[in-house]
């Protein structure tokens, strides 16, 4: 699914449930946009914060978790930091997921089966495979990593071997991490 644009999508929620008291003169009293690349661990995020003296607050929502996910998953996503938005902005509380934010979810869920807000947002985080191996030089062992750890030492031969100390015969080597097929 390509990126679809938000704004609609919100005004259409805010008219339905939130009696359209997140948008004033037509203008949403929060913006809302995509994220870059770099919103993975959470499907969807709502903030406040001070810009000088001005307020600004915004709900962006995780362009990698949610590219490949159906249209529910957007709305439902977007629907929950609506609920931030609305707790915060207009009835001026700051309670996170309290028995506000419960009986809204609660109630939008009641009212329609296209969608259905939950407190954590369900998806899969789409898993990045390891960039490296670490090969240990002494017992041959590969270990799957992020990022190259310079000095890391094989543990498993430190402690056999050496007392549990590091010793530069155990430094782990290198190579790409080639996906299996
Ligand atoms: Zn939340
Ligand atoms: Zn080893």
Redesign the pocket.
């Known amino acids: 699914m390509p990126l679809i644009p938000l704004l609609p999508i919100f005004h259409r929620l805010n008219r339905q449930y939130f009696d359209g008291l997140l948008s004033k003169d037509l203008k949403p009293l929060v913006a809302v946009r995509w994220s870059d690349g770099r919103l993975r661990n959470t499907a969807g995020l709502y903030r406040r914060s001070k810009k000088g003296r001005q307020q600004y607050s915004e709900i962006v929502l995780s362009t990698p978790l949610l590219i490949n996910l159906p249209y529910s998953a957007v709305e439902s996503t977007l629907c929950h930091e609506m609920i931030h938005a609305w707790t915060d902005l207009v009835l001026g509380i700051q309670e996170g997921h309290g028995p506000i934010f419960k009986e809204k979810m609660t109630f939008i869920n009641s009212l329609q089966e296209n969608f259905q807000i939950t407190i954590r947002h369900q998806y899969p985080v789409p898993n990045r495979s390891p960039k490296w191996w670490a090969i240990?030089p002494?017992?041959?062992?590969r270990f799957p990593y992020k990022r190259i750890v310079k000095g890391a030492a094989?543990k498993?031969?430190c402690d056999t071997n050496h007392d549990g100390k590091w010793n530069p015969s155990?430094v782990l080597g290198y190579e790409p991490f080639l996906k299996e097929a």
């Open positions: 240990c002494s017992c041959g062992l094989c498993q031969c155990c």
